[in-house]
């Protein structure tokens, strides 16, 4: 499970480091694909592959699970770490997320989020407005 945020600089070639917590639970190689909200969702091999079970389940005729595919594995890459635990993140995935040099890392259960710092602030403020909200609206399902 991914827990925490932290905070990393991305280089002027593309490659950010991924905190050491992190890599340990990602393996060798992970995939990195849009997010949603203009994030970046970073998932372990085996996660990826639970969720690929789950939209390969879905009925490819409806246009949602279509569009829903060719965002998300359309988007998506696979990555290795380097020497010292950096990934290259490709243009397309930089611009999509307006991915500069301040980046945060948010870990999400079975995922990791990659945000551009500036976002992710405007976000948390926003979540620390409506937490309680959000909280009481999905007590209403079990949570």
């Not at 991914?2 to 990602?26: A, T």
């Not at 992970?30 to 998932?43: D, P, Q, V």
């Not at 991915?99 to 405007?122: A, H, N, P, T």
């Amino acid at each position: 499970m991914f827990l925490g945020q932290y905070s990393h600089n991305l280089d002027y070639k593309g490659r950010l480091s991924v905190p050491k917590k992190f890599r340990e639970q990602l393996g060798r190689e992970a995939i990195l694909t849009h997010g949603l909200e203009g994030c970046l969702f970073l998932y372990p091999k085996s996660s990826w592959e639970a969720l690929t079970k789950k939209l390969a389940e879905l009925p490819f005729t409806q246009a949602d699970t279509r569009a829903f595919g060719r965002y998300l594995f359309g988007g998506a890459t696979q990555v290795g770490f380097d020497s010292i635990g950096r990934i290259v993140v490709p243009d397309y995935l930089r611009a999509y997320s307006s991915l500069e040099k301040k980046v945060i890392f948010v870990g999400v259960l079975d995922r990791i989020e990659i945000w551009d710092k500036e976002s992710w602030q405007r976000l948390e403020q926003k979540l620390a407005k409506s937490g309680e909200d959000v909280a009481e609206r999905l007590s209403k399902s079990g949570i």
